[in-house]
C-alpha cells in the first residue's frame, strides 16, 4: 500500500451526502445528539521508505478530558478556519508542530459522531519527510507513527466493551506495540481500512 495507490483510491472514493459514521455504529440504541460541535482531525500518513507509516499523538495525562488516549491531531473547529481542512492543518501545527508545507491533503473520511458530542471530519493526508515536529507537551504527552499495513490488518481489529456511565458501551479498538488505540481514533481508523482494502 503506496502513497500512489492511496492517493488512487481517494480519487475514486465518493462520500454519499450527509454520510456519517460515530460511537452510534457499535451501539444501536444510542442515536448522536443533532447539536454537535463540529471538529476535525488530520489523519497524517507518511510516506517513509520503508513503508507507510501513521503518526497518532498520546494526549497529556493531566488533560480533564480523555488523557492519555490515542488521537489524531485535531480540535474543534474555529469560525475563522472556514473549512475542516484548515481546521485539520491549524491544529496539527498547533498539537505536535508539523508544518503544513509537508502535508498534501487526500482526501475525507465520513464524518464521525462521537457520544461526547462532536462531529468530526476526519481529513486524511500524505506527508512528506524530512520533517522536524515539536509537541506542545501541555496537550500532547507523545507522537509516534504505527506501520499502516499493521492498522490497516483486520487481524488486528479488535472489538471490546466498557461500561461508562453505568451503560455497557462498545467500541473499536487496535492494540499496537504497547499502545491501546480505542473508541473514536479506532474507528476512524476501521473507516480508512474499508477505503483503502484491496488497494
Known sequence: MDKTNIIRRFEDQTLAAGQMRGDHDLNPDTKPADDLVPAAVLVPLVNRTDGVTTMLTQRASHLAHHPRQISFPGGHMDPGDGTPEETALRETEEEVGLNRRHVEIVGRLAEYRTRTGFAVTPVVAMVEPPFDISPDLHE??????????????????????????????????????????????????????????DA
Do not use: C
Not at 154 to 171: D, E, L, V
Open 140 to 197: 500532547v504527552e507523545e507522537v509516534f507513527e504505527g506501520p499502516l499495513a499493521f492498522l490497516m490488518d483486520p487481524a488486528n481489529h479488535a472489538r471490546h466493551s466498557r461500561k461508562i456511565q453505568g451503560t455497557m458501551r462498545h467500541f473499536h479498538a487496535i492494540p499496537y506495540d504497547g499502545y491501546f488505540i480505542w473508541g473514536a481514533t479506532a474507528g476512524m481508523l476501521i473507516n480508512l481500512y474499508e477505503v483503502l482494502r
